[in-house]
């Protein structure tokens, strides 16, 4: 038994791993198409649209996977969506170099 969870567990990471690219281009696009406030990309609702703009393996993904597998993941795009963030300020003249 425990081996078929482990191999489920495989599959859904490698799921994630496939589907952080897409997520990747999705953050890239709403902070490209956002015109006021990047901070608001962080928000519950920013990463609503993500989702919604992934792709389908993205949202198979979320259907599929446990809870704390998915709230890692969400951690992970946060993640992304900070750094981005704060390359895009920093692009703008917003943020200084030391900062980042």
């Known amino acids: 038994m425990q081996i078929e969870t482990t191999q489920k567990e495989e599959q859904l990471l490698e799921r994630l791993r496939k589907a952080e690219k897409n997520v990747h281009q999705a953050v890239s696009d709403i902070i490209k198409s956002t015109q006021v406030g990047l901070a608001r990309v962080r928000t519950k609702k920013g990463i609503q649209r993500i989702l919604e703009r992934s792709s389908t393996a993205m949202k198979e993904v979320f259907q599929d996977c446990s809870y704390d ?24 003249g917003l943020l200084n170099a030391a900062s980042t």
């Open 69 to 92: 597998i998915a709230t890692i993941y969400l951690y992970k795009v946060d993640e992304i969506i900070l750094r981005m963030t704060r390359l895009r300020l920093h692009q703008l």
